[in-house]
């Protein structure tokens, strides 16, 4: 059984990270950063895109850059530059191949080298260690078929992992890892390098700009491919902001503009990658985690700047036609298996206000919960005991100076399933949780300060 480490030393920084060159060699970061930095020099947005997609290789190449300039990666460098993240992954992948026959240890490295060039394959193996290292936690033996293909339990499995210890015999997992764009007309490189070419235009006006101005762009179908075109669009942006009044173009573009109070933004950092702006530009823009372009200046003048197209986005619907092919295709249904989502484009303290939503009578069921409960009512469904949200993971401190990283789950038991047992409850929450809201379809418990929600279909 691979043995996945859960304990991260940062004071084996030195040893840890010389070894994981010498396992995967460092050229695979090494020319992925270099490409990605070498596409994005002349557009800021998408450099810092790059750099949260690529996190890990990233993370990698500074730790590169650092034993190059010092000898070796000294501990202290690690937490100064925010290389927690990239410590742990080489803790975990390095243990995991320790334990793995020559055959399976190959392709694990083989795999680790693909996820550094592939953000979606990150992702899903990423993912996979985090609901690892949650099962692991909680004392339980984990079983990879990836990994272990001949061990007879998982013997031509299809699925990500097998807790063995949990009900008769055996909890499948599936694992499907949601990217930002999953279901989005408009991909967020894509309005990134929009964004750019509208900077430009705006740049000089969001200087001098004393108040608030809301600018929605909607698209019929997604932005220009090419620069010619998305410049002329921005042009047209700009000409409409200077103009101050909104427009409907021939070829179904609408620009609307539309002030506001400024006090909403009152000493926000104007970056749209901070929580708070976040939260501004979605009240403000009337819209929901999109991308957004911020320009002006602190508690003077701002423009918000949001893309979107006509055609509606279809996240949920996306994310549960994955859902679907994994309960067909992955898990076996001879076992009582799960379906965990793992989304990366949604923050702890979101994916908390979806489950407070939920636990609330006065307010209607969110997008989330309305999902989950076609797909588990659904036919030939029945092996699937639960269905689980889970946040982008992220880095805190404890009060005894540790670092924790991890995130939310918001998970959905499905009791009315043949395969449903007493020990499948409790998995991602507190056991003892009294319920928030019971109704006949649903009972939603939101487990604070613990770092799960658990809800029953």
Same mark, same amino acid.
């Given at each position: 059984m #691979?043995?996945?480490?859960?304990?991260? %030393?940062?004071?084996?920084? #030195?040893?840890?990270?010389?070894?994981?060159?010498?396992?995967?060699?460092?050229?695979?970061?090494?020319?992925?950063? +270099?490409?990605?930095? !070498? $596409?994005? +020099? /002349?557009? !800021?947005?998408?450099?810092? $895109? $790059?750099?949260?997609? @690529?996190?890990?290789?990233?993370?990698?190449?500074?730790?590169?850059?650092?034993? +190059? +300039? %010092? =000898?070796h990666l000294r501990p202290e460098d690690v937490e100064q530059h925010g290389l927690m993240p990239a410590l742990g992954f080489m803790t975990q992948v390095l243990s995991l191949q320790d334990g793995l026959p020559a055959p399976q240890r190959k392709a694990l490295i083989g795999r680790v080298r693909g996820t550094l060039s592939n953000p979606e394959d990150m992702r899903a193996f990423?993912?996979?260690?985090? *609901?690892?290292?949650?099962?692991?936690? /909680?004392? @339980? &033996? *984990?079983?990879?078929?990836?990994?272990?293909?001949?061990?007879?339990?998982?013997r031509g499995a299809t699925f990500d992992l097998l807790i063995e210890d949990i009900g008769e015999s055996g909890l499948e997992v599936e694992c499907k890892a949601v990217s930002h764009d999953k279901g989005r007309t408009i991909h967020r490189a894509g309005a990134l390098t929009f964004y750019e070419e509208l900077r430009r235009e705006l740049a000089?006006?969001?200087?001098?700009i004393r108040t608030g101005l809301v600018v929605i762009v909607t698209v019929p179908d997604a932005l220009p491919a090419a620069r010619d075109g998305q410049r002329?669009?921005?042009? &047209?942006?700009?000409?409409? *902001?200077?103009a101050g009044s909104s427009a409907t173009f021939d070829d179904g573009v609408q620009v609307r503009i539309e002030p506001f !109070?400024?006090?909403?933004?009152?000493?926000?950092?104007?970056? #749209?990658?901070?929580?708070?702006?976040?939260?501004?530009?979605?009240?403000?823009? =009337?819209? &929901?985690?999109?991308?957004?372009?911020?320009?002006?200046?602190?508690?003077?003048?701002a423009i918000l700047v949001v893309v979107q197209s006509t055609k509606d986005d279809s996240l949920m619907s996306a994310v549960f036609d994955t859902a679907r092919v994994a309960a067909r295709r992955q898990l076996t249904a001879q076992r009582p298996g799960i379906v965990l989502l793992g989304f990366n484009g949604i923050e702890a303290d979101q994916l908390a206000s979806i489950a407070q939503q939920d636990s609330d009578p006065s307010q209607p069921p969110t997008a989330a919960r309305v999902a989950v409960s076609e797909f588990l009512g659904s036919s030939g469904r029945a092996h699937v005991v639960g269905v689980g949200f889970l946040s982008r993971n992220e880095l805190t401190r404890r009060?005894?100076?540790?670092?924790?990283?991890? =995130?939310?789950? %918001? %998970?959905?038991?499905?009791?009315p399933s043949p395969f449903w047992r007493p020990d499948f409850r409790g998995m991602f929450g507190v056991l003892d949780r009294p319920a928030r809201r019971s109704d006949a379809a649903l009972r939603a418990a939101l487990s604070i300060p613990g770092p799960a929600a658990e809800s029953v279909v």
């Open positions: #691979p043995i996945l480490e859960t304990d991260v %030393y940062v004071s084996s920084a #030195p040893r840890l990270f010389q070894r994981f060159v010498t396992v995967i060699e460092d050229g695979h970061w090494l020319r992925r950063v +270099k490409l990605l930095k !070498d $596409h994005s +020099k /002349r557009n !800021d947005f998408l450099r810092a $895109h $790059h750099a949260s997609e @690529n996190a890990i290789a990233f993370q990698l190449n500074a730790c590169s850059e650092l034993s +190059k +300039k %010092y =000898g990423q993912l996979e260690m985090m *609901v690892a290292t949650h099962f692991g936690l /909680r004392g @339980n &033996r *984990v079983r990879w078929p990836e990994l272990e293909p001949d061990h007879p339990t998982v000089p006006l969001s200087g001098e002329e669009l921005a042009s &047209r942006v700009h000409s409409q *902001v200077i !109070d400024m006090a909403r933004l009152r000493d926000v950092e104007i970056r #749209p990658d901070t929580p708070a702006a976040r939260a501004v530009v979605d009240s403000v823009t =009337g819209t &929901r985690n999109r991308g957004a372009l911020v320009m002006g200046r602190r508690n003077v003048g009060a005894d100076g540790q670092m924790d990283h991890g =995130g939310l789950s %918001y %998970y959905f038991h499905n009791e």
